[in-house]
């Protein structure tokens, strides 16, 4: 989380790969798997899928998906490293639209969620005074413990209204946040999302 600018050794930037283009590729290593348990179960909700997103998307990242250039090299400046987090953060918004509006007939729900702040080491990656500044402030501000961190992606994990709002994001505890309208509606973002993950993991030889 808000690590410094580093290329994995498939050339891209830790957060774009670690956030979303390692979850965009497991999803389709698994999804015959979840079509196959979908229309055996008989039962319309039975797999669901879930991205951890960040209330950094909307925070800390740029005002929408750069996909272009996802490693976002040029980006300077003290907030750096979570802009990156929230880019990343922002792309796991509009992918878990993109599983909703590709699978849904075929019985797969998708979420995003925001877990609330934690106290945990999640933090402790950024080395810059900004990184002191936000570990001070999650230490003596309100958080929650990683309990009740968990308990949203429970929630659209679970619940059998969470799939009234599939492709939507939620907060804590549960609540539908629409904020990312601007993002998830726009149909060709989405698709240009899926379409150059795709890509980018073909060209990296996945």
């Keep these: 989380m808000a690590v410094p600018y580093k290329l994995t050794k498939n050339g891209f930037e830790t957060h774009w790969q670690t956030n979303h283009l390692a979850p965009h590729f497991l999803f389709t290593l698994l999804l015959p798997m979840m079509r196959s348990t979908a229309a055996a179960s008989g039962a319309d909700h039975t797999v669901r899928v879930i991205n951890v ?13 750069d996909l272009i250039n996802p490693n976002l090299e040029s980006t300077r400046g003290a907030m750096a490293c979570w802009n990156r987090y929230g880019h990343s953060k922002m792309a796991s918004i509009v992918h878990a639209r993109a599983i909703h509006d590709r699978y849904r007939k075929d019985g797969i729900s998708s ?8 106290k945990t080491n999640l933090q402790a990656g950024d080395p810059t005074l900004i990184g002191s500044l936000i570990r001070t402030m999650v230490r003596l501000l309100p958080t929650v413990i990683p309990l009740d961190a968990a308990r949203t992606t429970l929630f659209c994990a679970t619940s059998p209204a969470a799939p009234a709002n599939s492709g939507a ?8 946040d629409h904020r990312p309208g601007k993002w998830t ?3 060709q973002t989405v698709t240009e999302l899926w379409d150059e993950s795709e890509r980018m993991l073909r060209d990296a030889g996945f």
Excluded: R
């Design 111 to 118: 979420f995003s969620v925001h877990p609330g702040i934690s």
């Design 169 to 176: 994001f939620f907060v804590p505890y549960g609540k539908l």
């Design 53 to 65: 997103s960040s209330d950094a998307a909307f925070t800390n990242g740029p005002k929408k998906l």
């Design 185 to 187: 509606e726009d149909k």
